[in-house]
């Protein structure tokens, strides 16, 4: 959302009377002095329309097929967005009745739905997280939330800490700035309203334990429990580089993959190849690039997305025309055909040391890896831990069960900037990749398009490795 239409929509809601400046106790108990009641927009049916379209167009680091408004004053902008959207609509019941069905949520869904939560304005969190507790017990998927203000008092620190990304039209901050600017609030009254959010950045949630945050272990700690080697070694390169990016680098010709792969590869602990898109394959290919790998210490993922029966992914896997086991340090596979695909896998790489991915969930819009599917994956990694290195993952943070730190999490559909192209690949920033639980950062495009490959992987080595490091303290 640009600065433009974030200043009219800040001075339509001040127009309104839904910013109001006095002395207000809000729901975590403490007294505010200023209060934003987004109520007013049920009597404005051009600026709640509005309102809604925006929310809606917030990336979210998951598609989702359910949206559930924080009752009651979320209510009016959800089943907005859910009619012009048409997006089907959940409700929690704030008090669940004694009669009738005595259900806490209303509407129709299944276990494994992902559902998006929608709420006006955001302190602590409380309301975000009281309304994703019912929706989690009913087996529904919650990993984001849209709010039309963030108060930046602790309340999108408190969601991450329970695995919801908090996403925001705008901040408190921004609001006053506005105002101001626009004279409809005095610079007094601004810093006074700017000495309360600074004496009150970190509203702990009143009355519900909030799920702590979980310090991951380094990555020299997690490979000395990894079984398999190639899992253990690609966890030594990351520290030894201080590189956790992945470049996936979709060219059309192995000439240009190989020119690539030697311009980033001190950047890199990984490079991810689709050998199947290169125009100009030669059967020396995977020494070729075998060499470059050695010579810049990073590791050949062949995003191979193996999907058949156990018998066909052996032949598929080690012979045929690419070859893939003779070069790929890693490949990847669906479980859709069940585990029998880790058996055949393993019969062929477990031998020759190669570790395998398996896609547990996907960052694309629309895609089916969510719920029960990324339950069974998960559970059969833990059955083949000799063989399976982690998963390709999006938000792990928001799994049931905390991830056993043995297995690598790689997430696609990274850039600088967060976003979506027109074909439904979702983009997330190094920093919301990382918070979500994630280890490794794959960029495709932002690095490859880039004018400069190496210069840009560079930059996105160090903001990914500093946002890892964020993560391994409180």
Same mark, same amino acid.
Not at 108 to 133: N, R, Y
Not at 137 to 144: I, M, R, S, T
């Given at each position: 959302?640009?600065?433009?239409?974030?200043?009219?929509?800040?001075?339509?809601?001040?127009?309104?009377?839904?910013?109001?400046?006095?002395?207000?106790?809000?729901?975590?108990?403490?007294?505010?002095?200023? *209060? +934003?009641?987004?109520?007013?927009?049920?009597?404005? @049916?051009?600026?709640? &329309?509005?309102?809604?379209? +925006?929310?809606?167009?917030?990336?979210?680091?998951?598609?989702?097929?359910?949206?559930?408004?924080?009752?009651?004053?979320?209510?009016?902008?959800?089943?907005?967005?859910?009619?012009?959207?048409?997006?089907?609509?959940?409700?929690?019941?704030?008090?669940?009745?004694?009669?009738?069905?005595?259900?806490?949520?209303?509407?129709?869904? $299944?276990?494994?739905?992902?559902?998006? =939560?929608?709420?006006?304005?955001?302190?602590?969190?409380?309301?975000?997280?009281?309304?994703?507790?019912?929706?989690?017990? !009913?087996?529904?998927?919650?990993?984001?939330?849209?709010?039309?203000?963030?108060?930046?008092?602790?309340?999108?620190?408190?969601?991450?800490?329970?695995?919801?990304?908090?996403?925001?039209?705008?901040?408190?901050?921004?609001?006053?700035?506005?105002?101001?600017?626009?004279?409809?609030?005095?610079?007094?009254? &601004?810093?006074?309203?700017?000495?309360?959010?600074?004496?009150?950045?970190?509203?702990?949630?009143?009355?519900?334990?909030?799920?702590?945050?979980?310090?991951?272990?380094?990555? /020299?700690?997690?490979?000395?429990?990894?079984?398999? @080697?190639?899992?253990?070694?690609?966890?030594?390169?990351?520290?030894?580089?201080?590189?956790?990016?992945?470049?996936?680098?979709?060219?059309?010709?192995?000439?240009?993959?190989?020119?690539?792969?030697? #311009? =980033?590869?001190?950047?890199?602990?990984?490079?991810?190849?689709?050998?199947?898109?290169?125009?100009?394959?030669?059967?020396?290919?995977?020494?070729?690039?075998? $060499?470059?790998?050695?010579?810049?210490?990073?590791?050949?993922?062949?995003?191979?997305?193996?999907?058949?029966?156990?018998?066909?992914?052996?032949?598929?896997?080690?012979?045929?025309?690419?070859? =893939?086991?003779?070069?790929?340090? =890693?490949?990847?596979?669906?479980?859709?055909?069940?585990?029998?695909?880790?058996?055949?896998?393993?019969?062929?790489?477990?031998?020759?040391?190669?570790?395998?991915?398996?896609?547990? !969930?996907?960052?694309?819009?629309?895609?089916?890896?969510?719920?029960? *599917? /990324?339950?069974?994956?998960?559970?059969?990694?833990?059955?083949?831990?000799?063989?399976?290195?982690?998963?390709?993952?999006?938000?792990?943070?928001?799994?049931?069960?905390?991830?056993?730190?043995?297995?690598?999490?790689?997430?696609?559909?990274?850039?600088?900037?967060?976003?979506?192209?027109?074909?439904? #690949?979702?983009?997330?920033?190094?920093?919301?990749?990382?918070?979500?639980?994630?280890?490794?950062?794959?960029?495709?495009?932002?690095?490859?398009?880039?004018?400069?490959?190496?210069? /840009?992987?560079?930059? *996105?080595?160090?903001?990914?490795?500093?946002?890892?490091?964020? /993560?391994?303290?409180?």
């Amino acid at each position: 959302m640009d600065a433009a239409a974030v200043e009219s929509l800040i001075l339509e809601l001040h127009a309104i009377e839904a910013v109001k400046l006095g002395s207000f106790v809000l729901k975590s108990g403490i007294t505010s002095p200023i *209060y +934003l009641d987004l109520r007013a927009l049920v009597s404005h @049916p051009r600026l709640l &329309a509005s309102v809604a379209s +925006l929310l809606h167009a917030l990336p979210a680091t998951r598609p989702y097929n359910l949206v559930c408004g924080v009752p009651y004053t979320a209510l009016p902008i959800a089943a907005v967005l859910s009619v012009d959207r048409s997006v089907p609509m959940l409700m929690r019941r704030k008090e669940v009745k004694a009669h009738g069905t005595a259900k806490s949520i209303e509407g129709s869904f $299944s276990p494994g739905d992902t559902v998006l =939560i929608i709420e006006d304005l955001v302190t602590s969190g409380a309301s975000v997280l009281e309304t994703a507790t019912p929706l989690r017990a !009913e087996g529904l998927v919650v990993a984001d939330a849209v709010v039309v203000v963030d108060r930046e008092q602790g309340g999108r620190e408190n969601l991450a800490a329970n695995g919801i990304t908090l996403h925001s039209l705008m901040t408190l901050t921004e609001v006053l700035a506005v105002l101001v600017k626009n004279g409809k609030v005095t610079e007094e009254k &601004a810093e006074e309203v700017r000495q309360f959010l600074n004496a009150n950045r970190k509203v702990a949630v009143p009355g519900a334990p909030v799920k702590p945050k979980v310090v991951r272990k380094s990555f /020299t700690e997690r490979a000395a429990l990894a079984t398999n @080697p190639m899992g253990k070694k690609l966890f030594e390169i990351m520290e030894a580089k201080q590189s956790n990016l992945c470049v996936a680098a979709d060219v059309g010709t192995a000439k240009e993959l190989l020119e690539l792969a030697d #311009q =980033i590869g001190h950047e890199i602990c990984m490079l991810k190849t689709h050998v199947d898109i290169l125009s100009d394959f030669t059967p020396d290919f995977g020494s070729k690039l075998r $060499s470059i790998a050695e010579k810049h210490n990073f590791l050949i993922f062949e995003d191979r997305k193996f999907a058949d029966i156990g018998n066909t992914v052996t032949m598929q896997y080690e012979g045929g025309i690419f070859r =893939i086991l003779d070069w790929a340090d =890693i490949v990847n596979a669906h479980i859709v055909p069940g585990p029998g695909i880790v058996d055949g896998l393993k019969l062929k790489g477990l031998p020759k040391g190669r570790g395998l991915l398996l896609l547990a !969930e996907m960052s694309s819009a629309g895609n089916l890896a969510q719920g029960d *599917y /990324t339950a069974a994956a998960v559970k059969i990694a833990e059955q083949h831990s000799d063989f399976v290195i982690g998963f390709i993952s999006v938000n792990p943070s928001s799994w049931p069960a905390v991830p056993n730190p043995a297995f690598i999490h790689a997430t696609p559909g990274v850039q600088m900037v967060a976003g979506g192209d027109s074909l439904g #690949q979702q983009y997330n920033t190094p920093f919301d990749v990382m918070n979500r639980g994630s280890d490794i950062l794959i960029v495709g495009r932002g690095v490859i398009k880039a004018s400069s490959p190496a210069d /840009t992987a560079r930059e *996105y080595r160090v903001q990914g490795w500093q946002a890892y490091l964020s /993560t391994l303290t409180l």
